[in-house]
């Protein structure tokens, strides 16, 4: 299990670790970006953060909500099931998508130049405003939300999450 703060900002680092790979290779073919697409990049990420607004204050699965997740947490009976910070946190870097992100991000920003790798950056307002969100959501409902499976606690059809026993939240 791992906690749903940590899978969504671990994506940025992801996303982060697979353009710093790739970058180097794309400017050393490319060279610098001569054209001028900042503002078609910044309308991206705008979108992103929209897209993120969108899944964490509907509950609207067709508009990719999640709220209703949040609030259907299946609260765990094990607090044992409960990982450190640190394991949790070790368990939310995904190698493997990083590469899932990088050959993409490689092929674009080879065939389209180096404004083509950006597309990567679609993701990381995405995570950024749902970590965020959910963090805030934590520390007013006083709960923890955690994604995984639990072998003695299985979840139903339209549930997701775990929530952590509640938890006194100081202020």
């Not at 709960?143 to 509640?166: A, D, I, N, T």
């Amino acid at each position: 299990m791992v906690r749903y703060v940590h899978l969504q900002l671990a994506t940025v680092v992801e996303v982060a670790v697979a353009m710093a790979v790739v970058a180097p290779v794309v400017l050393v073919v490319h060279g610098l970006p001569q054209d001028n697409y900042v503002l078609p990049a910044m309308c991206l990420i705008g979108a992103s953060a929209l897209f993120g607004l969108l899944a964490v204050l509907t509950r609207s699965g067709w508009l990719g909500g999640e709220k209703r997740d949040f609030e259907n947490a299946v609260p765990l009976a094990d607090p044992e099931a409960i990982p450190t910070p640190q394991e949790s946190l070790r368990r939310s870097f995904d190698g493997p998508f990083a590469v899932v992100v990088a050959v993409p991000t490689l092929v674009l920003g080879l065939i389209w130049g180096p404004w083509g790798m950006t597309w990567a950056l679609f993701l990381v307002p995405e995570r950024i405003v749902k970590g965020v969100y959910i963090y805030f959501w934590e520390r007013h409902h006083g709960v923890l939300l955690w994604r995984g499976r639990v072998e003695e606690q299985p979840l139903e059809k339209s549930q997701f999450l775990y929530s952590s026993p509640r938890i006194a939240v100081p202020g």
